[in-house]
Nanobody, 124 residues
Framework: QVQLVESGGGLVQAGGSLRLSCAASGRTFSFYGMGWFRQAPGKEREFVAS????????SYADSVKGRFTISRDNAKNTVFLQMNSLKPEDTAVYYCAQGRTIAATTSTNEFGSWGQGTQVTVSS
């Protein structure tokens, strides 16, 4: 059974940075793409970023391109989301997810396992 545990969320001022981590267990980590999604109050969960199993391909939502960077350390079974130049509209619960395949996919339907989420709050 896959377990995903996020950490690193918190409160930060606009323009600041946070680094989210997600530790995975239960399956061979490098065989699967990983992704980050977020959900703000009253809104649907949305794609943020994804990375393929070997870390050579990434995908980003337009709203975070140039500010967020996804990476992974397969030796430590961990995926990261470096968030810079944060804006109040980035405020949400951020979820780590493991894909059903090795690809860097973008649809929630293509991710089969989810973490419990970590809150990110950006004050103006």
């Amino acid at each position: 059974q896959v377990q995903l545990v996020e950490s690193g969320g918190g409160l930060v001022q606009a323009g600041g940075s946070l680094r989210l981590s997600c530790a995975a267990s239960g399956r061979t980590f490098s065989f699967y793409g990983m992704g980050w999604f977020r959900q703000a109050p009253g809104k649907e969960r949305e794609f943020v970023a994804s990375i393929n199993g070997i870390g050579g391909s990434t995908s980003y939502a337009d709203s975070v391109k140039g500010r967020f960077t996804i990476s992974r350390d397969n030796a430590k079974n961990t995926v990261f989301l470096q968030m810079n130049s944060l804006k109040p509209e980035d405020t949400a619960v951020y979820y780590c997810a493991q894909g059903r395949t090795i690809a860097a996919t973008t649809s929630t339907n293509e991710f089969g396992s989810w973490g419990q989420g970590t809150q990110v709050t950006v004050s103006s």
